[in-house]
C-alpha cells in the first residue's frame, strides 16, 4: 500500500455542531487520509489531542483541522503546490486564519491574521507542547502561507463565559507555578489597561462594530477573571 502524501486530523468534541463538522469534512475531502481524534475520550488539553492525531497519521504531510474550520480551494490548492514540489529545509507552515464570532467576520481586534501553525512534515514535528496555548516543536523552518483557513466560531456569550471559568483555573495555576508576584491593586489595574490598550488601541477592535466592542470587552473580562483566579490562589497558599 502506497504511503498516502497527506494525513487530515481532525478534533472533534463532544459538543460538536455536526454542519459545521460536515462542512470541515468536505472541505479535506481531498485529503489522503483523515484521522478524527474524539477529544472527549482523551483527558488532557489540546496538546494531547495534536500528538494523539500525529501518532496515528501515516502521511508525509499532517494537516491539523479543527471541527469548526474549512479549507478553502484557495488554501489546498496552496498547499498541494508546496508538498508535490517541496525541496527546502521548510518543514513547517503556518496558517492565516478567518475568523467568523457571532456570525460575522472579525478583521481587527487581533482576529486577522491570527497565523496557526498546521502543516507538517510529518518526520520533523516531534511533539506539541502547552497546557493551555498549545505550540509544535518540529526541526526546520518555519513558512507561512498566503491563503487562510476559515474558523466559524459558534458561540454565545454565555458559552464563552463558561469556558473563560474552565481555562482561567488552567492559566491560574500556571502563573502559580510560574511564580507570578503577590497580586494586588495596581497589578490588577495594570492587567486591565494593559488588556484593554491591545484590544482597543491597539488592535482597533471597534472597527467591527458593535460585535467587535463586546468581543473586546469579553477580552477584558477574560484577562481579568484568570488575574482574580491567581489572587485567590496565592491568598489561599499564604492563610494556610
Known amino acids: 500500500m502506497a504511503i498516502p502524501l497527506i494525513s487530515a486530523v481532525v478534533l472533534i468534541g463532544e459538543n460538536v455542531d455536526k454542519k459545521l463538522l460536515e462542512k470541515s469534512f468536505k472541505s479535506i475531502s481531498w485529503c489522503d487520509e483523515i484521522i478524527k481524534v474524539d477529544t472527549s475520550k482523551i483527558r488532557g488539553s489540546f496538546s494531547e489531542w495534536r500528538n494523539e492525531g500525529m501518532s496515528l497519521a501515516k502521511g508525509k504531510w499532517v494537516l491539523y483541522v479543527d471541527a469548526d474550520e474549512e479549507v478553502t480551494q484557495f488554501l489546498r490548492k496552496e498547499i498541494e503546490l508546496q508538498i508535490t514540489n517541496h525541496k527546502s529545509q521548510i518543514t513547517a507552515f503556518a496558517i492565516p486564519r478567518r475568523n467568523f464570532i457571532f456570525g460575522q467576520e472579525f478583521k481587527y481586534g487581533g482576529q486577522y491574521p491570527d497565523y496557526q501553525k498546521r502543516l507538517f512534515l510529518r518526520r520533523s514535528l516531534k511533539k506539541w507542547m502547552g497546557e493551555l496555548h498549545e505550540e ?105
Open 136 to 240: 509544535p516543536e518540529f526541526e526546520g523552518e518555519l513558512s507561512h502561507f498566503k491563503n487562510p483557513i476559515v474558523h466559524r466560531k459558534n458561540i454565545t456569550v454565555s458559552q464563552m463565559i463558561e469556558k473563560t471559568n474552565k481555562w482561567s483555573e488552567i492559566e491560574s495555576k500556571l502563573m502559580v507555578d510560574a511564580g507570578h508576584p503577590k497580586m494586588n491593586v495596581l497589578r490588577f489595574a495594570s492587567a486591565g489597561f494593559r488588556e484593554f490598550y491591545i484590544r482597543f488601541v491597539k488592535e482597533l477592535c471597534f472597527l467591527d462594530g458593535t460585535k467587535g466592542i463586546i468581543y473586546g470587552i469579553y477580552q477584558i473580562y477574560s484577562r481579568l477573571i484568570s488575574y482574580s483566579k491567581l489572587w485567590e490562589k496565592q491568598a489561599y497558599t499564604i492563610h494556610t
